[in-house]
Structures are given as C-alpha cells and as structure tokens.
C-alpha cells in the first residue's frame, strides 16, 4: 500500500504559477507510475499528468501541454506538478494517483492509490 499527499494549492491570479507536491509513504515512489488529475464543481475527474516509474517518459492532457511539467523525486518519495500561466478553468481539486500495474497511464481506471486532493483557484 502507498499514502499520498497532496500540497501546494491556493488562491493565484490568471497568469501566475503553482507548484503541487504529491508526498508518498508506505513504499518506495519508484514502484509505481504516477499521474495527476482534476475535478472542477459539476465536472467528472479529468487526466491532467502521468510520468512513469523512473521519470523518462511523460503524457499531458492537451489542455494542459506547454503550461505544466510533471516530474519526480524518487529520492525524495515525491512528486511534483509545475503549473505556468494558470487560467480560470484551470480551477479544480487536483489529485495526485499511483499506478502499480502500468509505466504510464492516461485513465483514472489504471490508478490504484489516490490522494485527498488540493484545491487550485485560479481568478481572473
């Protein structure tokens, strides 16, 4: 089993930047595939991230591409989403998600562990 948790989310203006932190304990992060989703009010859970197990390959949903980087600290049992240029539909709780079963992955379904999510407010 594996505990995440979630940091970093808050009140910034269209424009600005957040960095979410996805903290890992139970077992060692480099197990499993990591991906980040967000769930705004009235709205199903949408993929946003997924890197795999040692970093080398990521995914992005295309609203998101060339505005946040997902990357991990296998050292550290950490997970990171570098969000730039945040704009108001970017307002969501953002979950972070461990894959024991596959390298990468795009879907909720192939997700085994979740954390409690951060919310992000984006103002415009």
């Known amino acids: 089993q594996v505990q995440l948790v979630e940091s970093g989310g808050g009140l910034v203006q269209a424009g600005g930047s957040l960095r979410l932190s996805c903290a890992a304990s139970g077992r060692t992060l480099s197990s499993y595939a990591m991906g980040w989703f967000r769930q705004a009010p009235g709205k199903e859970r949408a993929f946003v991230a997924t890197i795999s197990r040692i970093g080398g390959t990521t995914n992005y949903a295309d609203s998101v591409k060339g505005r946040f980087t997902i990357s991990r600290d296998n050292a550290k049992n950490t997970v990171y989403l570098q969000m730039n240029s945040l704009k108001p539909e970017d307002t969501a709780v953002y979950y972070c998600?461990?894959?024991?079963?596959?390298?990468?992955?795009?879907?909720?379904?192939?997700?085994?562990?979740w954390g409690q999510g951060t919310q992000v407010t984006v103002s415009s």
């Open positions: 998600a461990a894959s024991g079963r596959y390298d990468y992955a795009r879907r909720s379904t192939e997700y085994d562990y």
